[in-house]
C-alpha cells in the first residue's frame, strides 16, 4: 500500500527506550512523595519511592548514548521533561477543576478534595527541583558518557556507564535537595538526605551494570543494531547497521 510508513529496526528500538524513559521520568516524578526509611549498618536511610522508577533512567540514558549518540539522548531527555511538565499541566488543571458536591459527604468512600490534593499537588519547590535536578543531571550525564566513549575508543562500557553516572548522580542529589530543602531542614538534615540519596543511586547504578550489558546484547546481537561510532570530532563517523 503506497504512503505506508515502515519502519526499521533501528527506529522502532528508539521509541521503545524513548517510552520507556518518558513512563519512568513521569511515574518517578508522581511517586515521589512517598518517604521510606531504614537502617543499613547503623545508617538511617531516608529515601522516596521515586527511586523505583528512576534509576531504570540510568540505564536507558546510557543505551540512548551507546546506539544513538548523544544527539538522540538529549532529545530524548528534552522531550521527557517536555511530558513532565505537560504531566503536572494537566493535573493542575484537573485540580482547578470543582469536586462534585456528593464527594463531600462523610458516607463518600472515593477520592475527595483533600486526597486528592495530598497525592497530587504535592510542593511547587520539589517539582521545580525534581525537574531542575533532571535536566542538569541527563545532560552531565550524557556528556561524560560520550566524553569517556570518545577517549576509550567504544571499549569498557562498564567505565562510561559507572562514571557518567557516578558524577551525574552526585549533581543531581546535590540541586534537587539544596532547591527542595533550603531553609526548612537543618544543614545536618539536608546533609543525611544528600549521602542517603546519593550511595542508593551509585548503588543501584552499579547494580544495573549486568543489565546495561544485557540490554547492549540484546539490541546489538538479537536486533542486529551496532552501537555508534565516534570519530576525533565527537560526531558519529559510522552509519551503524539497521534491518
Known amino acids: 500500500m503506497s504512503g505506508v510508513v515502515r519502519l526499521d529496526t533501528r527506529t522502532k528500538v528508539l521509541l521503545v527506550l524513548a517510552a520507556t524513559f518518558v513512563t519512568c521520568l513521569v511515574v518517578g516524578d508522581i511517586l515521589g512523595g512517598k518517604l521510606v526509611q531504614g537502617t543499613v549498618f547503623g545508617h538511617v536511610f531516608t529515601l522516596t519511592v521515586g527511586m ?3 534509576p531504570v533512567t540510568f540505564l536507558l540514558t546510557d543505551l540512548l548514548n551507546e546506539f544513538y549518540g548523544r544527539r538522540a539522548a538529549r532529545t530524548v531527555t528534552l522531550i521527557a521533561f517536555v511530558m513532565a511538565v505537560l ?48 535536566l542538569v543531571a541527563q545532560f552531565v550525564d550524557i556528556a561524560i558518557f560520550h566524553a569517556l566513549k570518545q577517549r576509550t575508543s567504544g571499549k569498557m562500557l ?16 546535590a540541586v534537587i535537595n539544596v532547591i527542595a530543602w533550603a531553609g526548612l531542614m537543618s544543614f545536618d538534615q539536608m546533609v543525611n538526605v544528600m549521602i542517603s540519596s546519593y550511595i542508593a543511586k551509585v548503588g543501584i547504578a552499579l547494580a544495573l551494570t549486568p543489565a546495561l550489558y544485557g540490554g547492549h546484547a540484546v539490541v546489538e546481537r538479537s536486533l542486529g543494531l551496532r552501537p555508534v561510532v ?14
Do not use: C, H
Open 158 to 173: 562498564w567505565l562510561r556507564a559507572t562514571g557518567s553516572t557516578v558524577v551525574s548522580q552526585l549533581v543531581d542529589t
Open 230 to 243: 565516534i570519530g576525533a570530532d565527537g560526531e558519529p563517523i559510522e552509519a551503524p547497521a539497521s534491518t
Open 52 to 54: 523505583i522508577p528512576f
Open 87 to 134: 504531566t503536572y499541566a494537566f493535573i493542575y488543571l484537573a485540580a482547578a477543576l470543582p469536586f462534585a458536591p456528593f464527594t463531600f459527604g462523610a458516607g463518600w468512600k472515593g477520592v475527595n478534595e483533600a486526597s486528592f490534593a495530598n497525592v497530587f499537588l504535592g510542593s511547587q519547590r520539589m517539582i521545580i527541583a525534581s525537574l531542575t535536578a533532571f
